[in-house]
């Protein structure tokens, strides 16, 4: 069983950065692509972002090209999500992703799943 927990939402203001984090535990996760989505209230769950096993490959959503930044960090079982110049309609639970055989976009090809944090844009 893998056990996914993410960390590092909260309230912030539009043009502030934020940086989630998202520990892996209970599986070797060193060798699974990863990925964030988030959800908005009433809105269906969307990708945001992914990174290859090895972290050499990333893909981003449009709406946070230039701005998100996926890195993982294999040693420590943790992939992280740098936001910079937040806006108000990134508002929204994240969720960290995990268990696909290969990177993809489809929250249907993850298996595992954090609770997911809180991320709040105020204009």
């Known amino acids: 069983q893998g056990h996914l927990v993410e960390s590092g939402g909260g309230l912030v203001q539009a043009g502030d950065s934020l940086r989630l984090s998202c520990e892996a535990s209970?599986?070797?996760?060193?060798?699974?692509?990863m990925a964030w989505f988030r959800q908005a209230p009433g809105k269906a769950r969307e990708f945001v972002a992914d990174?290859?096993?090895?972290?050499?490959?990333?893909d981003y959503a449009d709406s946070v090209k230039g701005r998100f930044t996926i890195s993982r960090d294999n040693a420590k079982n943790t992939v992280y999500l740098q936001m910079n110049s937040l806006k108000p309609e990134d508002t929204a639970v994240y969720y960290c992703?995990?268990?696909?055989?290969?990177?993809?976009?489809?929250?249907?090809?993850?298996?595992?799943w954090g609770q997911g944090t809180q991320v709040t844009v105020s204009s």
């Open positions: 992703a995990a268990g696909s055989p290969y990177s993809s976009t489809r929250p249907v090809e993850y298996t595992y």
């Open positions: 209970g599986r070797t996760f060193r060798v699974a692509p």
């Open positions: 990174i290859s096993r090895s972290g050499g490959s990333t």
